[in-house]
Nanobody, 120 residues
Framework: QVQLVESGGGLVQAGGSLRLSCAAS????????MDWYRQAPGKQRELVAA???????NYADSVKGRFTISRDNAKNTVYLQMNSLKPEDTAVYYC??????????????WGQGTQVTVSS
């Protein structure tokens, strides 16, 4: 069984920073992409930042220049550094990873979500 456990959410004032972490554990052969999504009330879940295993990064236009995704492959952990936060960044943030759980079996897993609230 594989688990993704997120941490680091909270309440911050506009202009502030937060760092989210997500650690994968369990029966893991390898990890391909590790991504961050978010879902605000009444809105669809959206991709915030993505990082495939080759180290490339991809960001939503709304967070470019403010958020940075990074990985520590030795710890099976992905981070999201969020700077210059805005009230519109308020959402539940989810970690997601494409994980190889056996020789021929890849699955996508999701964390439980962590609330980020940015006050104006």
């Amino acid at each position: 069984q594989v688990q993704l456990v997120e941490s680091g959410g909270g309440l911050v004032q506009a202009g502030g920073s937060l760092r989210l972490s997500c650690a994968a554990s369990g029966s893991i052969f390898s990890i391909n992409a590790m991504d961050w999504y978010r879902q605000a009330p009444g809105k669809q879940r959206e991709l915030v930042a993505a990082m495939p295993s080759d180290g490339r990064t991809n960001y939503a236009d709304s967070v470019k220049g403010r958020f940075t995704i990074s990985r520590d492959n030795a710890k099976n952990t992905v981070y999201l550094q969020m700077n210059s936060l805005k009230p519109e960044d308020t959402a539940v943030y989810y970690c997601s990873a494409q994980i190889q759980v056996s020789r021929m079996n890849f699955r996508r897993y999701w964390g439980q979500g962590t609330q980020v609230t940015v006050s104006s």
